[in-house]
């Protein structure tokens, strides 16, 4: 997508660093890029799976002045952890069973260049100190060797994880979450950007015709409104997969609504006022908001878990200081210590939803989960 000039009808939506989007929040991206770029600092890009990181990341490098020299591209999620220190650093000859032969690693072959670690919160705690001694001094050295080596490398990492959670669980070193959270860029899900959908959708259109010798005659008001209303899950990777499918199985036909709804299952797609409900999914896509909602959920029970735990630690410091049965219990009274989690997250979003006075996208937001997954707790609560 770097360097493509894509025309709208009214006006050029590719930004001077290659960022596609007519968003405020791609817009502002797209400023960060070319102030952060010209510099050597490490940047950490967050942001839900498919929303576009790896997009960023390379629109950094370009616009960088190691722009000449290779980026390299690791996703430390698909490296088995027994081999991840030899890929990233590199080994020596007999260095452990199977090393015939001296190799390199990431770091060197992208040395003088960028080093993108994508999925960074699954790198081993093992492995953190050693990624942490190299962006603090470019110093590491392989497998099986004791030797000191130095690259200059620009390092960019990215994560759909929150690592601040991951750190409190000890999954996750706080001197590199720290370290790493210097300077960040979050990309917002296609769902809270959908001005970018129809910029994005004839983007990935025309270029699948092209590459595939496909005369594409375009899409209609009707059939693009779908496309802006759909949920989206798996964010800008499945609007391009869904816009490769229509111009190929089409075969570049004018597209109208009913073409568009075969590629959606468009009973995804709920009526006008009913936009935030949940809806029934394809498998595919049902199993990646899943995926969503779980890791949710279990971010919301750790910060539950830790204000129990904050409440716990108020309540013996006010037992300590009372004398003669004075001082206030408040919100840490023994009976709120006892309380269950599900009591906890039932008040939570009562009263989140009260602050907000029932609006669900800002009671959402506050406490940090999916619109989808606050509908599903209403209903289990009762709280409709």
Do not use: C
């Amino acid at each position: 997508m770097q360097g493509a000039t894509v025309k709208s009808e009214r006006q050029d939506i590719t930004s001077p660093v290659g960022i596609i989007g007519e968003s405020a929040q791609m817009k502002k991206i797209a400023e960060i890029v070319e102030q952060v770029a010209p510099t050597d600092i490490t940047v950490l890009i967050t942001g839900e799976s498919g929303v576009g990181k790896e997009i960023i990341a390379k629109a950094i490098h370009l616009a960088s002045k190691r722009s000449s020299r290779p980026m390299i591209t690791v996703n430390s999620g698909a490296i088995p952890e027994g081999i991840i220190e030899s890929e990233l650093f590199g080994h020596e000859r007999g260095s452990f069973t199977g090393a015939s032969d001296q190799r390199k690693g990431y770091f060197e072959l992208a040395d003088g260049g960028t080093l993108f670690l994508d999925e960074i919160g699954e790198l081993p705690l093992s492995s953190q100190v050693k990624f942490l001694r190299v962006l603090e001094n470019g110093e590491f050295q392989r497998v099986g060797s004791s030797v000191p080596r130095h690259v200059n490398v620009r390092v960019i990492a990215a994560t759909n994880r929150d690592l601040e959670s991951a750190m409190r669980q000890g999954l996750f070193r706080p001197d590199l979450f720290y370290r790493l959270r210097s300077f960040t860029i979050l990309v917002p899900p296609l769902r809270e950007r959908p001005e970018d959908i129809p910029v994005l959708f004839r983007l990935f259109a025309e270029e699948v015709a092209r590459k595939n010798g496909i005369s594409y005659k375009g899409i209609s008001d009707g059939a693009m409104d779908l496309l802006r209303e759909y949920g989206w899950p798996g964010n800008v990777r499945e609007l391009r997969n869904a816009a490769e499918s229509m111009i190929v199985l089409e075969k570049g036909k004018y597209l109208e609504p009913d073409d568009v709804r075969k590629y959606l299952k468009t009973n995804t797609i709920p009526p006008a006022g009913e936009r935030n409900l949940p809806v029934h999914l394809s498998k595919s896509v049902e199993q990646a908001e899943r995926e969503l909602i779980l890791r949710a959920l279990l971010e919301l029970k750790g910060n539950i878990m830790e204000l129990k735990s904050m409440l716990e630690e108020q309540r013996q410091s006010q037992d300590a200081t009372k004398h003669g049965g004075h001082g206030s219990l408040a919100v840490g009274s023994q009976d709120d210590a006892g309380i269950s989690i599900e009591e906890m997250e039932h008040r939570l979003i009562a009263e989140a939803l009260g602050r907000s006075k029932g609006n669900r996208r800002m009671a959402a937001r506050a406490l940090n989960i999916s619109e989808r997954t606050l509908y599903r707790k209403i209903k289990e609560y009762g709280l409709e």
